[in-house]
């Protein structure tokens, strides 16, 4: 889910920049590709077999971070830029929860080794 959130948030990063908002954009553009390369290391780490709850945590603060700066600048916003914030936020807040309820729950089990294949 982090995956698509931070293509979402670079996307409406880009989006906010030709609207002037170059704060909110930025911290979108920087959250969202963090949360990207984030989640690409967790998913590194999981095919491995180790933890990959750092990554989690690590997504689900560029996600917050998305949410609230987003939030905290809704009441300035008016037309398109609004929309563009508020659709961010909502993802932000999704996804951030969805990242501390899977950390929480006790993260993705590893994948289970095939039966025939030997442990190295």
């Known amino acids: 889910m982090v995956i698509p959130f931070g293509g979402a948030a670079v996307l409406g ?8 908002l170059t704060n909110i954009a930025g911290t ?5 590709a963090t949360a990207i390369a984030s989640s690409v290391l967790s998913l590194q780490e999981w095919k491995a ?15 917050a971070a998305v949410a609230y700066v987003t939030y905290s600048s809704l009441d300035l916003l008016k037309g398109l830029p609004y929309w563009v914030a508020a659709v961010l936020c909502v ?23 095939k039966a025939g294949s030997k442990a190295e």
């Open 13 to 20: 990063a880009v989006a906010l920049f030709f609207f002037n």
């Open 28 to 32: 979108a553009l920087i959250a969202g």
């Open 49 to 63: 077999g180790g933890s990959s709850s750092t990554y989690t945590l690590t997504s689900a603060a560029c996600a």
């Open 91 to 113: 993802l932000g807040g999704a996804c951030s929860l969805f990242c501390a309820y899977n950390v929480v729950a006790g993260g993705n089990p590893p994948p289970k080794k």
